[in-house]
C-alpha cells in the first residue's frame, strides 16, 4: 500500500499506521489530553502561587468539557515535594472531583514523579476509583519477587465503555523497580530500557485487534532540549540517566512524558511527546511554550495531535533582558508601570533585577525596593555580575550546559590512570555509578 508523502518529525511505520487510520470508515474514536509536571504547592521566591495553579485547573476543567475527552494523561510530578501541604492535596483532590462530576465519562490515569512520594500518592486509590482515576506510584511485585506487569496496564475505555486501548503506565523509576539483568551487570539506563520492552511485549500479548498501545513515563529522554540555564529539573551531568527513544517500541500510537519543563516532541518522533509544565517553574521557562497535548487515537493508531497553549495569568519578567550598570537598571525599574489602588496583587509579574557591578553595592538592593515601591510587580531576586578585571586570564565559568557535557566516570578513569597506572578496576565502576545515581534520585 502507497504510504504517500511523509510528513516532517513522522516515522514511515507511523506515517503507515495514520494512513490506514484514514482508510478505514468504521472508526473508533478516543479522545485524549497529556499533561505532566504540575508542582502543585510551589512557591515561587516564597510567594505562593495558588491562585497560577487554581487557574490552570480551572481551565483544563473546561478544556476536557469543551473537547469532549475520554481519558487525561498525569505524567508525574504532581506534587512540588513528597510531603506536600494539605491545600496542595485538597486542590488536586479537588480537581478530580470536579473534572469527574462535569465530564462523567472521563477515565483520569496519573503516575508518580520524582517529587511525589509514591505511596502517598497511591494512597487514596481505593476512593478514587469512584472518580475513574487510576493512579500509579509503586512498581507492583508477585509473590515470586517479579514485576506485576498486570498492575501497569490500564485499560482504556470510550464513551461507551467499549475498551479501546492499553496504557503502559510506568511511574518515575528508581533502582531497582525494573527486571533484573540475566547477566547480573546492569545500568539505570538499560533497565528502564529493558522495563519498557518487557511491559510492552506483555501488554501486546493482552491486546486485542484493534486496540491501540500507549505509554507513560517520567524520564530524562535522551535528546530532550532544556534552556542553558534550567535548574528546575536535576540531571545527571555527561546524560547518564538519559533514556533513549528506543526504549518505546514504534508499536506505541502515542508516548506521554514528565519531567522535562519544555514541551516538544523526542527524537523527531510525533508521538513521543514531554507535555511541558504548565507553569513556568525558574526565569529560565519564561520563554517556554506552556500547554497540554491532544490527540486522537483511532483504530488504535494516532491521528489530531494538537499542542493547545495554556493562558499564563502571572508573567515573569528580567530587567534589564542583560546585565547593566546600576544607574541603567534603576532608570528603567522607574519606568514600570503603577500599582492601581485594590489591583489583585496574585496577577503582578515576577521581576528578576540584572546588574552589573564594578564592586559589591551594599546598598543597591534597599534602591531598587525603594524604585519598586509603587511598582504593580513582585520582586524575587538581584542577580549581580561583575566584568572581567584587566590582566584575568582569559578563563569564563563553565555553564550548565558545559557541564552537561562532562562524564564524570571518564574523569574518574583519566584521574585513577594518571594516579596509580592500569585501568579503573570494575568493582569500583560499579560503586562510582551506584553513587552517582543515588545522588540523582
Known sequence: MHIGVKPDGFTPFLCYRLYICKQNKNTMSLKIIHTADWHLGQTFFGYDRDDEHEAFLSWLTDLLVQRQTDVLLIAGDVFDVANPSAAAQHRFFRFLREANRRNPHLQIVVIAGNHDSAARLEAPVPLLE????????IVPRTDLCKIDFGSLLIPLYNKERKREALC???????????????????????????????????????????????AMGHLHATGAELAEDDRSERTIMGGLESVSVDAFKEGLAYTALGHIHKAQRVGGRENIRYAGSPLPMSFSEQHYHHQVVAFTLENGCLSDCEAVPIPLRTALHRIPAEPALSAEVLLQLSALPLAEEGADRSLWPYLEVQVLLTEPDPGFRHRVEEALADKAVRLTSIIPSYPKKEGEDDFRPLSYTDLQKIVPLAVLRHTFTNRFGGDLPEELEKMFNDVIREVSL
Do not use: C, F, W
Open 168 to 214: 503502559l503506565a510506568v511511574p518515575y523509576l528508581r533502582q531497582g523497580d525494573y527486571p533484573a539483568s540475566k547477566e547480573g551487570k546492569d545500568t539505570y539506563v538499560e533497565g528502564i530500557t529493558r522495563m519498557y520492552h518487557e511491559l510492552y511485549d506483555y501488554a501486546d500479548s493482552q491486546r486485542q485487534p484493534g486496540e491501540a498501545l500507549l
Open 130 to 137: 469512584e472518580l475513574n482515576t487510576s493512579i500509579v506510584g
